[in-house]
């Protein structure tokens, strides 16, 4: 499984950004799709995740109520639509996927796309 993110930038408190990340390969055995981020100096963390299928969905508490994930699956896409950016947001978002292969799992992660939201 390969995954390409886009959509990244900078914007201004309030503002919105959307992110897509198009999967490719394996991507009928994916089972979960997310986005995670990583602000300088701080671990990796769960931003939103989508289970295939119309799945149950998931969300930080920070970006609930302002941030959405959803799902194109005829083309393996994710996007993320963030509305009511924060500086707090800023950070290098990172796409990853779970591939499931019976009793193996597999995870893969996107090349990270930054985003800046400035006071």
């Known amino acids: 499984v390969q995954l390409v993110e886009s959509g990244g930038g900078s914007v201004q408190a309030g503002g919105s950004l959307r992110l897509s990340c198009a999967a490719s390969?394996?991507?009928?055995?994916?089972?979960?799709m997310g986005w995670y981020r990583q602000a300088p100096g701080k671990q990796r963390e769960l931003v939103a995740q989508?289970?295939?299928?119309?799945?149950?969905?998931k969300y930080a508490d920070s970006v609930t109520g302002r941030f959405t994930i959803s799902r194109d699956n005829a083309k393996n896409t994710i996007i993320l639509q963030m509305n009511s950016l924060k500086p707090e947001d800023t950070a290098v978002y990172y796409c990853?996927?779970?591939?499931?292969?019976?009793?193996?799992?597999?995870?893969?992660w996107g090349q990270g796309t930054q985003v800046t939201v400035s006071s």
């Open positions: 989508s289970a295939t299928g119309g799945g149950s969905t």
């Open positions: 990853k996927a779970i591939e499931v292969r019976g009793s193996l799992m597999f995870q893969y």
């Open positions: 390969g394996s991507t009928f055995s994916i089972a979960t």
